[in-house]
């Protein structure tokens, strides 16, 4: 019998000594920044002095306070997953959540809930389905059923404080890498421990580690791939801006276990809270001499560079952003050579992925067997998903690999909406996994063990980790067009079948839109889908064909309502709507026939009013136009 | 003792010789793997996906990135790899302007060729390719990206070999194309129109420009003479275009064929060919006895000078001052022809047959221009000439061999061997080694200089004293060769280069090429015509001697230096690409200000210049007054970093300076 993964992390961090009377978290993740979380936070400050307390507003300034019974620390925390509730705010210890707090709200909760210990309950969260109101993260659905461990500390730590990090136990594990452990044993350690690459592959990193480690030479590089480009994707953001030394420290021991000097963290371009969070907490962790010359008195070196990418997707790819590094295009190469055996410079390179970077030193603290007590025997730990679409609750996740795909939709997500946004009970169709480059899984697979080999098996995989969830209005022609027009801008346009490829298969699916396709039509694209896959030079363009791929597999049917039918199924796909005027909805007011400029309606007033589908032009004036909703298929 | 390597490619067993690649096995075991980006002079590439061959226990992989294993077997015919050959070809042919029969490549395109080699007789995808304007802007190339399939032999032509850059990628997706830095035309960046990328275009995309009409135009004015000059390479490449092997040489039937096509004379470029191995070996005994700037570098090949122009003016004293074979032979032409033939100097036109682009640069060049005549009027590549005596109807190789007209056309074998790179240094030291020893009776081969590495050296004693020589061919071997000497690594007396790889016989003018062995049997049959010819040392010309005589003086004396000699000066890189820096810039501000970001001035430290400048102006109560531009080139590199204040040029610039120059023409 496996043991709860969360009582398996409860003692990775040491708790903190923070001698104040009170602490308030607010979140400073992207998502509650852009709802006015910092305006929240400068409220707190103004009326918690007015309230006669003062303010601590980091690590040091609580640890060194002269009256630490009337300080309150206020905290500021990275990315906590609930983004659609934000801006949160948590008063501890009691562990209280307040979801979307407003600067006028900020007065009440000094008052109540930190001096009269009362509270709110206006600003709890209800749970959507019985309507009861949660006091914390323990009662909410959403957090309950999570695993929160590499995002663990994203929610709690202030992300600018290294001395809050090494306080909590931060740099442990790199001390343990660099002075009790070989780099061979290094690498034995995360192999053991059965990690697999989280940016697509799944590849097993401690044989990437021990690759890079056997090759002959002196200098190797360490890169952190931070280029994290899928639509809907933010979990490796989360992580580097709510958490950005446990990036570092996992660059640290990669660096020790493969012999490098030297790392980058390449980071997205459109991530400078990111950029600039990384690049204190480098500054930071030298100061503090954990990293630099000498770490830990081992006599090794790490040099680390915080690089802003260079704004194209591909770049994401690990060749393409071993060129943007070296300050060429970002374009991929063929492997073989792999960045193992000749990366950086010409030198053997390991590049790993932010959230694998994070996992590293949980790994190192917890050990190999109580890490391979989370996830599934092939597929060990956590994986943190962007959960979005038509769920109830959406925002970033992380939960142990194996979870099925109903537990993460209807439990943590809450259910599917529908068009209004209501849960509904027959709403789901698909889920698209992996972004752009992944495929979907439908209904048959809700109970499905959600790890990298079950994935491959059924031709998806967990990509960097997207989770688009679609109700039953959704076309999925529509779906395959959607990411294959943002593969197709984000080709790099090397080579021939990625890049023309694409461009002709967005032809073919808008013929099949617009009712174009023939018979012919489905067949090419699929011939054409095929050879891309199976030719093209490097990840981007080999799984582009993917969403096409995947949803012809599960609904061909639909596809060929298109091509034989002239039909969408869901409705969607507005050159194939026929207009009309439902009858039952019509008052005939002749609203809609004054506003058509094209003078495709007829009808007399107060009788039932009619479309000419050949005159129409689907401008859409006459369904703006009518009160009862009448017109349909525009 | 090392067990012999096979793979076996459709069952058939093929060795393993240490190639690069699968690709380079498979070739050699007879099949013609097709590919687009795939060159043996260029990097791998990967881009076109043609090479894809099925690996038992891989699957399909690219032949070009992956190294043959012993016992690998090979599929490289299934219907996989058909279907996806023949999808990659109608691919491309959907965003390919589809104008073959008006292209100047039609029948030596590979995307022609390979469509119809794979059987595509529809294009079942739609057309994409959108109407782009093309790039005429230089009197060399043309570039046409409606025809360009973004294989990267280009780029990676002109940046791997020939270490320049001048175009690169833009763009992505469906916009990517092929460019000059910031979009510019040709004209206006750093190309030195080696036309080395239209030789490895797969397609019609770049193209050496034709000026076949306009000499046409010429041969039909009955009141012109048109004479012409053909260059040594060209007689040993033609003949490809009819159906010859390479190497198959010629000069007889092409002096026939120009004077059925109307040329008055056909004269040779070998003739001031040796004229240019006296004037150059006088020059280098001059620099090593009286003092001058050494090494010495050969001035033959005109891109080579223009890299040298733009890259490193501070080795433009090494050149030799010669003027190139075709430029002397334009001053000399018009300085004998008009009395010999009876002809006024403007109805006189001096035609030049030649395997190069860049001579058609060359010919325009203001040095070379004299009160508005050019001494070479037009410059035809040796595909221009074939494609004039295929239009014209003459059965090429069924022409009885001409003999060249004299005095211009006769030459030795020294100056034929021009046109292989080594040539030039082999030339010079048959008339250096007579003319320091006296000796008369020597072995006119020197095969310390000849081969194909991309920089070879040599020494060779010549009355106790060594001399060092280099010979290079490609600009890219140039760069490092130089670099070498900067850094003081190795040191020359005579430093030959020739732009093209293998030299002159390599030129982007010569016909296309698919014989790997081409450059090679153009090289051979080179050396064999030296050998065939009775005289191997220009010294020993006889027409060169009254030249001299009746015409130029004496050797190095002062009309030859006129006529013969010349001097090149530094050159931008980049033209009108201006950058405005100041922050929330409005137009029309009283003064300007230009800073040089160029290579030269921001090693000398004008990227900080600028930003203390920029604050510093900024400061100032005239921050509205002033507008900020970064710029590249002067030209006088030697003294940056270089700033421009209105009109007023400021060397050796610093914010002081600056400063007190804006506001001396600000109180004016």
């Known amino acids: 019998m496996k043991q709860s993964p969360n009582n398996i992390f409860d003692n990775i961090w040491k708790p903190l000594d923070e001698p104040c009377m009170g602490k308030i978290v607010i979140c400073t993740g992207t998502g509650c920044v852009a709802s006015g979380s910092l305006k929240v936070l400068d409220k707190f400050v103004e009326e918690i002095k007015k309230a006669g307390f003062e303010v601590a507003q980091n690590f040091t300034e609580a640890k060194e306070s002269e009256k630490p019974d009337s300080t309150v620390r206020l905290s500021k925390s990275g990315c906590q997953g609930f983004c659609q509730m934000g801006p949160l705010v948590t008063v501890m210890p009691d562990d209280i959540l307040y979801t979307k707090v407003k600067p006028e709200d900020v007065a009440e909760i000094v008052q109540e809930t930190l001096c009269n210990k009362r509270v709110i309950e206006r600003l709890l969260y209800k749970d959507p389905v019985n309507k009861t109101p949660c006091q914390g993260q323990q009662e909410i659905v959403f957090y309950k059923r999570q695993s929160r461990f590499v995002l663990k500390m994203c929610g709690e730590l202030d992300p600018e404080s290294v001395e809050e990090y090494i306080e909590r136990g931060g740099y442990d594990a790199a001390k343990k890498a660099y002075i009790d452990m070989t780099d061979e044993q290094v690498c034995k350690m995360i192999l053991d421990s059965g990690l697999r690459g989280r940016g697509g592959g799944g590849f097993p990193t401690g044989r990437k580690w021990d690759l890079t480690r056997i090759q002959p030479g002196d200098k190797k590089y360490v890169i952190c791939n931070g280029d994290e480009g899928d639509p809907g994707a933010f979990m490796d953001r989360s992580v580097m801006e709510g958490n950005p030394h446990s990036v570092i420290e996992g660059i640290m021991i990669a660096a020790r276990a493969v012999g490098a000097d030297e790392a980058y963290v390449y980071v997205r371009m459109e991530y400078p809270l990111a950029v600039k969070r990384l690049r204190k907490a480098v500054v930071d962790a030298e100061a503090k001499g954990v990293l630099g010359k000498n770490i830990f008195g081992s006599g090794k070196n790490l040099i680390c560079h915080v690089m802003e990418g260079a704004g194209a997707f591909v770049c994401g790819e690990e060749t393409a952003l071993i060129s943007s590094i070296e300050g060429k295009r970002g374009m991929p190469s063929p492997k073989p050579p792999f960045p193992a055996q000749k990366g950086l410079h010409g030198k053997p390179t390991v590049i790993n992925n932010v959230e694998t970077l994070a996992t590293i030193p949980l790994i190192v603290n917890l050990g190999v067997e109580k890490f391979r007590q989370i996830g599934n025997e092939s597929s060990p730990g956590t994986k943190t998903f962007a959960l979005s679409g038509h769920v109830a609750n959406t925002g970033l996740i992380e939960v142990p690999l194996g979870i099925s795909l109903r537990e993460i939709i209807y439990d943590i997500g809450g259910g599917v909406t529908d068009k209004n946004g209501v849960i509904g009970t027959d709403g789901f169709k698909i889920v698209q996994i992996g972004g752009p480059s992944g495929g979907c899984l439908t209904e048959q697979h809700l109970d499905i063990a959600l790890d990298f080999d079950s994935l491959k098996k059924i031709g998806a995989m967990i990509g960097s980790g997207g989770l688009v969830v679609m109700n039953k209005h959704t076309c999925m022609v529509s779906v395959a067009h959607y990411f294959m027009q943002f593969t197709q801008n984000e080709s790099c346009g090397k080579c021939v079948l990625c890049r023309e490829g694409t461009k002709q298969m967005l032809h073919l699916l808008e013929d099949i839109m617009s009712g174009e396709a023939t018979a012919q039509t489905l067949e090419l694209l699929e011939q054409l889908a095929r050879v891309v896959q199976k030719g093209s030079l490097c990840g981007l363009g080999k799984t582009a064909p993917n969403p096409v791929l995947s949803t012809l597999r599960h609904f061909r049917s639909e596809y060929e309502a298109h091509v034989f039918d002239k039909r969408c199924p869901a409705g969607q796909c507005k050159k194939l709507l026929v207009p009309e005027i439902d009858p039952l909805k019509c008052k005939g007011c002749t609203l809609c026939a004054r506003k058509c400029p094209v003078d495709a309606i007829t009808g007399e007033r107060g009788k039932v009013h009619t479309i000419d589908p050949e005159k129409c032009i689907k401008c859409g004036a006459c369904v703006a136009a009518c009160k009862f909703e009448a017109v349909v298929g525009v | ?668």
């Open chain 2, 1 to 668: 003792m090392n067990k012999k390597a096979y793979i076996y490619v459709d069952g058939i067993k093929a060795p393993i010789n240490g190639e690069r690649n699968l690709l380079e096995v498979i070739r050699k075991a007879n099949i013609d793997i097709p590919t687009f980006c795939y060159h043996s002079e260029l990097s791998v590439y990967g881009a076109c996906r043609m090479c894809m061959v099925d690996v038992e226990g891989q699957g399909l992989v690219a032949s070009c990135s992956v190294v043959a294993q012993p016992d690998m077997k090979v599929k490289t015919n299934t219907a996989e790899i058909r279907e996806l050959r023949k999808i990659a070809v109608e691919l491309l042919l959907a965003n390919h302007e589809q104008s073959c029969p008006t292209c100047k490549r039609s029948s030596t395109c590979k995307l022609q060729d390979l469509g119809r080699r794979l059987g595509i007789e529809k294009v079942r995808f739609k057309p994409v390719n959108k109407q782009q304007p093309l790039d005429e802007s230089s009197n060399v190339l043309v570039r046409d990206p409606n025809k360009c399939i973004l294989c990267g032999d280009c780029v990676r032509m002109c940046s791997e070999v020939q270490g320049i850059g001048a175009i690169d990628f833009a763009y992505r997706g469906h916009d990517v194309s092929v460019l000059p830095a910031f979009g510019k035309n040709l004209d206006k960046v750093e190309c030195v129109y080696c036309g080395q990328c239209a030789r490895v275009c797969p397609t019609g995309a770049l193209t050496a420009k034709s000026h076949v009409s306009e000499v046409w135009k010429k041969l039909d004015d009955t009141k012109k003479k048109v004479i012409v000059q053909i260059a040594p390479a060209v007689r040993v490449a033609i003949g490809e275009m009819f159906g010859k092997e390479a190497g198959t040489v010629s000069t007889g039937q092409i002096v026939a064929a120009l004077k059925m096509l109307g040329f008055d004379r056909v004269y040779d470029t070998c003739f001031t060919a040796d004229l240019t191995v006296i004037e150059e070996g006088n020059e280098f005994i001059q620099r090593v006895t009286k003092g001058g700037a050494m090494p010495q570098f050969t001035s033959c090949c005109p891109a080579w000078v223009k890299f040298v122009e733009q890259y490193y003016p501070e080795y433009l004293d090494n050149l030799s001052t010669c003027r190139s074979p075709q430029q002397m032979f334009g001053s000399v032409a018009r300085k004998m022809l008009p009395e010999e033939l009876h002809v006024e100097q403007e109805d006189l036109v001096v035609v030049s047959i030649m395997p190069c682009t860049a001579k058609k640069f060359e010919s325009r060049r203001h040095e070379f221009v004299r009160e508005d005549i050019p001494d070479v009027d037009y410059v035809l590549t040796t595909q221009e000439l074939g494609q004039m005596i295929k239009s014209s109807g003459i059965k090429f190789s069924n022409l009885q061999p001409e003999s060249l007209d004299l005095p211009l056309g006769f030459k030795t074998g020294a100056g034929v061997i021009f046109g292989n790179t080594g040539g030039v240094s082999e030339a010079v030291l048959r008339f250096l080694h007579e003319k320091l020893t006296g000796n008369t009776q020597y072995s006119f081969e020197f095969h310390e200089v000849r081969g194909t590495e991309g920089i070879r050296e040599a020494n060779i004693t010549i009355e106790g004293a060594t001399y060092k020589l280099a010979v290079v061919h490609g600009l890219g071997n140039a760069r490092t060769l130089i670099e070498n000497i900067k850094n003081g690594s190795c040191e020359y007396d005579l430093i030959e280069v020739m732009s093209c790889p293998g030299g002159c016989i390599g030129g982007a003018g010569q016909p296309i090429s698919f014989d790997p062995d081409a450059r090679k049997k153009r090289t051979k049959a080179l050396y064999e015509a030296d050998k065939m010819l009775q005289l191997h040392k220009s010294q020993e010309n006889p027409y060169i001697k009254k030249c001299y005589d009746t015409h130029l003086g004496e050797v190095g004396g002062e009309i030859a230096h006129k006529l013969l000699h010349t001097h090149y000066q530094s050159r931008k890189r980049i033209h009108d690409a201006e950058f405005s820096l100041m922050p929330g810039s409005k137009p029309n501000k009283q003064l300007d200000i230009r800073v040089c970001v160029g290579t030269s001035c921001y090693l000398r430290g004008s990227q900080d210049l600028l930003h203390a400048l920029i604050m510093d102006i900024q400061n100032s109560d005239y921050e509205d007054r002033v507008d900020v531009k970064a710029t590249f080139c002067f030209e006088k590199c030697s003294e940056g970093p270089v700033v421009r204040v209105g009109e007023k040029l400021v060397a050796q610039a610093t914010v002081e300076k600056i400063k007190q120059e804006i506001e001396a023409q600000l109180s004016k």
